[in-house]
């Protein structure tokens, strides 16, 4: 990228002058670009206008178990939207790729955004679990068995918990 007449490095403006930059250069490509600059990180996802969504480019490595290639996605994503959806898949990546402490921040705020979202409550409940903070656990899962008692997910997970049996533990993947 040449990055000739923009703003030095340490100006206020020169963040955005990067994004602008870089979102100009790829819409004349003919391609959709979300693009963040964090801690001097530039990170982006790039697909042709006439292809697939960010999301649901994501959501489909996801569904496919491509964990690790989507978890990039879902970080920035996660920053640029504050989708719960895409909260949730997030949490629930870092999770099953064993960054279990890393999750519980999307995960939390899934439900702070979306409290119904039963499947984030049950993630955050394993994911507790797999802290070995079966206290956490157990108020999460209960509070999912008063959302939906009938649910499997919740009820074989609460009874893991409950019987501190750590093989019962998984999270809805449907």
Excluded at 36 to 57: A, F, K, N, S, W
Excluded at 81 to 96: M, P, R, W
Aim: aromatic content about 6%; hydrophobic content about 40%; overall charge negative.
């Amino acid at each position: 990228v040449d990055l000739a007449g923009l703003p030095p490095r340490d100006d206020p403006g020169y963040g955005q002058a990067v994004l602008n930059l870089l979102s100009l250069e790829y819409a004349v490509k003919g391609c959709t670009a979300a693009i963040t600059l964090q801690d001097g990180v530039i990170r982006g996802i790039v697909v042709p206008q006439e292809g697939i969504e960010p999301q649901e480019y994501v959501l489909g490595l996801l569904n496919h178990g491509f964990l690790e290639d989507a978890l990039p996605s879902l970080e920035i994503l996660s920053e640029m939207t504050g989708d719960a959806e895409i909260n949730f898949n997030y949490g629930l990546c870092l999770s099953e790729l064993g960054r279990v402490e890393e999750a519980l921040r999307p995960l939390q705020e899934c439900l702070r955004t979306l409290p119904e979202h039963l499947h984030a409550r049950v993630a955050l409940g394993v994911a507790y679990t797999k802290l070995d903070n079966l206290d956490q656990a157990e108020s999460v899962l209960r509070k999912a068995a008063e959302q939906k008692s009938d649910d499997y997910w919740v009820n074989r997970n609460l009874a893991g918990v409950l019987s501190n049996d750590t093989l019962a533990f998984s999270v809805y993947n449907g």
